[in-house]
């Protein structure tokens, strides 16, 4: 499988991230590259503490980077204005919303903000965009219920087609199955999968589901203390990489399985 | 049922009240004057009696339009803060643009016999209460400007906006301290806020800055919205976050500055309007909260003015009173009627 240049969505060379105080800088991960293509279902994962977040934050723009490049679509994340990053790179994170009194299509809606006049009204081919990512995200039942209304599980689907709704060739999500069930978190995962490949977008989450994301994913980017691999599941199974994920004194990781156990 | 609600009957029946208010209000007041005269006074018709005319023109016209002014204007300022900082507490004095104006009325009443010389000349005319509001609290609002500027995070905007409060107020007291009796009681009727006594030619130079308040509020509707997702969600949305604070903060401070400098500090009616808002409308979306707090604020404004006069009597109760004693158990029962707020 060859794929040219064009069809890279999100790409980064020699990044280092981290904080910078004043002059102090605390490096939390360098020689960062990865590429990322259209259509790829992309998992991040990484112990607690490794620089999940702190990477998701860089790459999109919240946090500045340290040293390195960025580039979105062959351009350089600093050349973009705001309204052009947010045509070209929606967000689900993890934060609770500011209010939950707007129905499930009026956030949704807010989808199309970037792409509305200065009033924010929609037009026809709007509404088309915004009744089509509730299909896609099975959630058109519930297009008028109040965002107070849902439980998690189901308004993680609304946010994820709100950011859908935005229409961008990249998203990025911020650990989407944090305080759901078994059920809900491989629901959820699935349906990425699955979005990723209908809408041919560039999919990427943090996740400490990692055996999902095994299972699922085109491609993972593992963090560990000294390096950040990205390569497909399975050749990272056969690297041995996920043996180094964790500390060894509990859990190991079984390579026949793809999970990990707890050590008697 | 449409995607999105649009309120049509609501506002139609919000409209209609507002005249209804407009009407009687302008039919009530010390002096009685039937009806039909008050009509015909208003379309310019002669009136039974020659100073029917004069007191509907000169005096209760001003007095309702400066009440929707004002109703209207802190409604929408209220409902600016409420978003901008998620917060339901918020009003649309949480910036410290009322303390500002207090500190300035109160450095002319009482600072005046304190420094003398310079201040004596100036001594209490109404335009130099004006003056002295609107300069206190553009400059209180111009320090939050500078600082809301260098802050990254809106919350300790709404921080600093209550210790300037404090600062102001403490300096209030301290001059309040060494004030005469006579000043004092100048002051305290200030604060107690006043909508009865503005000539058209005022009442032209407020409704001007309210309505360049009120387009930039319009113009904000958009950001409004987007800000209900919280600040992060609105960036990755393209938000501007830094110049739409901006224009919310000038918007309020727009309005609720000159309505402070002109009418005094109404209280209660810019916290409490757009939760009554919220309670019959049931909804965030700013595209139909901001009209409908408009109407709302005004229709309330004129209710309470009405009452305020004391139909048929000579008393005339102070307004601000009368805000929160309307105002208040209203906005409990709705909040009991529904057992939950919205916001």
């Known amino acids: 499988m060859t794929k040219n240049k064009s069809h890279i969505v999100l790409k980064t060379q020699d990044l280092t991230i981290g904080y910078s105080f004043k002059k102090e800088k605390s490096i939390i991960a360098s020689n960062i590259n990865i590429e990322l293509h259209k259509g790829e279902l992309v998992g991040l994962i990484g112990a607690n503490g490794i620089g999940k977040s702190t990477l998701l934050r860089t790459l999109t723009n919240v946090q500045q980077k340290l040293s390195g490049g960025i580039t979105i679509n062959n351009t350089t994340l600093e050349n973009y204005s705001n309204i052009n990053l947010a045509k070209v790179l929606s967000l689900v994170l993890t934060e609770s919303l500011g209010s939950k009194n707007l129905t499930v299509f009026e956030l949704v809606a807010l989808g199309r903000q970037p792409y509305t006049n200065w009033v924010g009204n929609l037009n026809e081919a709007d509404y088309q965009i915004i009744n089509q990512c509730l299909l896609q995200t099975n959630i058109e039942d519930l297009k008028h219920k109040k965002c107070y209304e849902l439980s998690d599980g189901q308004l993680q689907k609304v946010m994820i087609a709100r950011a859908l709704a935005q229409d961008t060739d990249l998203i990025i999500l911020d650990e989407p199955t944090t305080h759901l069930d078994m059920y809900h978190k491989a629901y959820i995962l699935k349906l990425l999968q699955k979005l990723a490949k209908d809408t041919n977008k560039t999919i990427l989450f943090s996740s400490h589901e990692i055996d999902l994301a095994i299972q699922l994913c085109d491609t993972l980017i593992v963090m560990t203390k000294d390096s950040v691999i990205t390569d497909q599941p399975c050749n990272l199974i056969e690297k041995g990489i996920f043996n180094d994920l964790f500390p060894k004194d509990l859990i190991i990781f079984d390579n026949k399985t793809g999970s990990f156990r707890v050590k008697k | ?343």
């Open chain 2, 1 to 343: 049922m449409p995607d999105t609600k649009t309120y049509k009957l609501p506002f139609i029946v919000l409209t209609l009240v507002l005249l209804l208010c407009f009407c009687a209000n302008i039919s009530l007041g010390s002096v009685f004057i039937p009806f039909q005269d008050v009509f015909n006074g208003l379309i310019g018709n002669p009136t039974e009696n020659e100073s029917w005319q004069h007191i509907i023109h000169e005096y209760r016209l001003p007095k309702a339009f400066t009440a929707m002014i004002v109703g209207s204007g802190l409604g929408v300022s209220g409902l600016l803060m409420q978003t901008l900082f998620r917060n339901p507490l918020a009003g649309p004095f949480v910036l410290g643009i009322t303390s500002g104006s207090s500190l300035g009325v109160a450095l002319v009443i009482m600072g005046a016999s304190l420094f003398g010389g310079a201040f004596a000349g100036i001594f209490v005319s109404k335009w130099s209460i004006v003056i002295a509001a609107s300069l206190g609290s553009f400059i209180v609002l111009l320090f939050v400007l500078i600082i809301s500027n260098k802050i990254r995070d809106t919350m300790a905007i709404l921080i600093i906006g209550l210790m300037f409060a404090s600062i102001t107020s403490a300096t209030v007291n301290v001059l309040s301290y060494f004030s005469s009796a006579e000043e004092l009681k100048q002051y305290i009727f200030w604060g107690l806020g006043s909508i009865g006594n503005l000539r058209w030619d005022e009442l032209f130079i407020f409704f001007i800055i309210y309505a360049l308040g009120i387009i930039i509020s319009l113009t904000s509707i958009k950001a409004l919205n987007t800000l209900l997702l919280g600040e992060n969600y609105a960036k990755s949305l393209g938000l501007n976050l830094k110049k739409s604070r901006l224009l919310i903060i000038i918007a309020t401070s727009l309005l609720a500055g000159t309505i402070t400098a002109f009418a005094g500090p109404i209280v209660f009616i810019g916290l409490a309007i757009p939760h009554m808002t919220r309670q019959v409308f049931n909804t965030s979306n700013h595209k139909i909260l901001l009209p409908a707090v408009f109407l709302f604020g005004a229709i309330v404004m004129l209710i309470c003015d009405s009452i305020a006069q004391l139909p048929s009597s000579d008393l005339t109760l102070p307004i601000n009173a009368i805000t929160s004693l309307i105002g208040a158990p209203v906005i409990i029962w709705l909040l009991v009627r529904k057992r939950k707020m919205v916001f």
